[in-house]
Each structure stands twice: as C-alpha cells, then as structure tokens.
C-alpha cells in the first residue's frame, strides 16, 4: 500500500521560512517523480514545484526563487523548502508522486499517488 505523508506545515509570518517534507512507502521512490501542489480556499489546485527521478527541478512561477523542491532517495522523502512567505502562499500543500513526464505532471496529470496534504498558513 503506498503512502505519502507530509508534515512541516503551520503558522508563519509573512516572510518567514518554513519546510515541508513528504515521505513515502510502498513504492520505489527513486523512480517516481515527486513534486507539491496547493489549493488555497476557495481556489482550484495549482502546481508549486516538481523534481524529477533524475533531480531536475522545475517550479511555478509564483515561488520561482523563493521556495526550493529537494528530495533524498535514502530517506524516501521529497522537501520543499518555502522562504520568504507571503500571505498568497496560504494553501493545503499536497505532495505527489507520478511515473508520467514532468509536463504531463505540472498540469496534474498522470499522477500515482497524492498524499493528504498539510496547512500552511502565512500571517500579513
């Protein structure tokens, strides 16, 4: 049975750091691509940032340069590193795991697994 469990979340100022991890079980983790996505309140969910099976990282362009998508394949676990928040990043952050390409991932698609996701609340 596959699981992916994040924790990290809670309150934070407005440009403050926090840092999400995800770890994973039951599944070869270093063949997946893995990556986050958010859904703030009463919006649809968006991509945040992927890395692929290969450690090539690609991002939206609402975090581009802020936050930081890592992972280590010994530990099962994917990281998203979130510096400098702001109150628009207030969203459940979700991580997922896909077989499918990165393009196909960042619109969502073809994904595997999803975790349950985890509340990150930034303060103005």
């Known amino acids: 049975q596959v699981q992916l469990v994040e924790s990290g979340g809670g309150l934070v100022q407005a440009g403050g750091s926090l840092r999400l991890s995800c770890e994973a079980s039951g599944l070869t983790f270093s063949r997946y691509n893995m990556g986050w996505f958010r859904q703030a309140p009463g919006k649809e969910r968006e991509f945040v940032a992927l890395i692929t099976h290969s450690s090539g990282r690609l991002y939206s362009d609402s975090v581009k340069g802020r936050f930081t998508v890592s992972r280590d394949n010994a530990k099962n676990t994917v990281y998203l590193q979130m510096n400098s928040l702001k109150p628009e990043d207030t969203a459940v952050y979700s991580c997922?795991?896909?077989?499918?390409?990165?393009?196909?991932?960042?619109?969502?698609?073809?994904?595997?697994?999803w975790g349950k996701g985890t509340l990150v609340t930034v303060s103005s």
């Open positions: 997922a795991a896909a077989l499918s390409s990165a393009s196909i991932f960042q619109r969502g698609g073809g994904i595997d697994h």
